[in-house]
């Protein structure tokens, strides 16, 4: 791909797309397009067509959408459906419309099934019932992959759709309520530490889980996406849709004692059990992205030493986004 291509990162200042715009400025990428949500509102379709009429972007990654952990999505289903549905149908319908060549979409591990069977296979997309906690989000990225694959089929355009696994890492969400559970343990663990040092106590102060601890998740440093964005925007792929992880997991108890350590709280761990576990695992089949030559390099301890680092470096800043 040539270096000066017009590449319109959609959502460019959120963890995700942030990401990408630094993995692609690195590789030389000079002609980056973004604009904030208070500039194109993309739920906005005149806003939306306006704009591809206007920059003409030769690729687009979609990496804009409401995003938020397992209380968010069950809390505001609405939100989740509606609005990831405006945004996502208007990027991929005006990418269309504009005879944009490549358009790469961001799904989500939350498309397959609850209880489909361990490593999650690309295949096993609507073969049963969704997790409840997030089926809105799920059902609107669904539809995202599927419009993606219709005009692959109809139009033989090069959209292509990635499923990554949970993600985390630097410009992430902080907000104890909207969050996902990484960034959640390090404020808390964080802030309980500081708490008992603050009290000039030995022990640090408890710190409050939800759920039970025992669902598996799998995690992957949000730059090892990016880099993965990257590769996907320089091959050309074979299929629609690949999912992107790690292929490795742990349950959120063994997570929790991690960043306990990395942090250094010496605390008692609270489980409040009146809080939803979601999803008992959802573990992804990385074979296939694997077998087109990319595999995630930074591992689970040493992404979460660099995003606590982060955090430490942006006290005063760090994102919280509210709904
Ligand atoms: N985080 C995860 O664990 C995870 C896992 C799998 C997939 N993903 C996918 O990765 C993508 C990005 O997620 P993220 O974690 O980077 O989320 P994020 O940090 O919340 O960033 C979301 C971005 O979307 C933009 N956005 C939201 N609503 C918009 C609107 N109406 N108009 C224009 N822009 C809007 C925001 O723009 P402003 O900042 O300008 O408001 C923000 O930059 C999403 O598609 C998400 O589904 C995330
Ligand atoms: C990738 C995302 O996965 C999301 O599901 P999901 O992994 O359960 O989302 P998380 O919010 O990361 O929760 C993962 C697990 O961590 C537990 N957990 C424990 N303590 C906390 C905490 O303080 N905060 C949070 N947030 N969780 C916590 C939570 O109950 C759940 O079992 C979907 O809802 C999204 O739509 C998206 O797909």
């Known amino acids: 791909m040539e270096k000066n291509t017009k590449i319109y990162i959609a959502g460019h200042r959120g963890m995700v797309g942030s990401a990408i715009w630094r993995a692609l400025e690195a590789k030389g990428y000079t002609n980056l397009i973004g604009k904030t949500s208070a500039e194109l509102d993309l739920?906005?379709?005149?806003?939306?067509?306006?704009?591809?009429?206007?920059?003409?972007p030769e690729v687009v990654i979609?990496?804009?959408?409401?995003?938020?952990?397992?209380?968010?999505?069950?809390d505001y289903p609405y939100q989740f459906l509606m609005e990831n549905m405006q945004i996502q149908n208007n990027l991929i319908d005006y990418s269309l419309k504009a005879d944009v060549q490549k358009f790469i979409f961001l799904g989500s591990s939350c498309i397959y099934p609850k209880l489909a069977p361990?490593?999650?296979?690309?295949?096993?997309?609507?073969?049963?019932?969704?997790?409840t906690t997030n089926e809105w989000y799920a059902i609107a990225k669904i539809t995202g992959v599927k419009a993606c694959e219709a005009i692959r089929k109809q139009f033989g355009k090069d959209y292509i759709s990635l499923m990554p696994t949970n993600l985390y890492g630097t410009y992430d969400n902080f907000d104890l309520n909207t969050s996902h559970v990484l960034p959640a343990m390090i404020r808390k663990f964080h802030e309980a530490k500081v708490a008992g040092e603050m009290k000039g106590s030995t022990c640090s102060e408890p710190v409050e889980l939800w759920g039970s601890g025992t669902p598996m998740r799998e995690f992957l440093f949000v730059e090892?996406?990016?880099?993965?964005?990257?590769?996907a925007l320089e091959n050309q792929?074979?299929?629609?849709?690949?999912?992107?992880?790690?292929?490795?997991?742990?349950?959120?108890?063994?997570?929790?004692?991690?960043?306990?350590?990395?942090?250094?709280?010496?605390?008692?761990?609270?489980?409040d059990s009146s809080k939803p576990d979601g999803?008992?695992?959802?573990?992804?089949?990385?074979?296939?992205?694997?077998?087109?030559?990319?595999?995630?390099?930074?591992?689970?301890?040493?992404?979460?030493?660099?995003?606590?680092?982060?955090?430490?470096?942006?006290?005063?800043?760090?994102?919280?986004?509210?709904i």
């Open 43 to 56: 739920k906005n379709q005149v806003a939306v067509s306006d704009f591809f009429e206007t920059e003409k």
């Open 62 to 74: 979609d990496a804009a959408a409401r995003v938020g952990g397992i209380l968010a999505n069950n």
């Open 118 to 131: 361990q490593p999650l296979k690309e295949e096993y997309l609507l073969t049963g019932p969704l997790e």
């Open 224 to 231: 090892d996406l990016a880099d993965a964005v990257v590769f």
């Open 237 to 271: 792929f074979q299929d629609n849709l690949y999912n992107v992880g790690t292929g490795v997991d742990l349950t959120i108890k063994d997570l929790a004692e991690l960043i306990q350590k990395t942090v250094g709280h010496t605390g008692e761990i609270i489980w």
């Open 279 to 322: 999803t008992p695992r959802k573990l992804m089949d990385v074979s296939k992205m694997t077998d087109a030559g990319w595999k995630a390099k930074v591992g689970l301890e040493e992404g979460i030493k660099r995003t606590y680092q982060w955090f430490l470096e942006n006290q005063e800043t760090f994102k919280q986004v509210k």
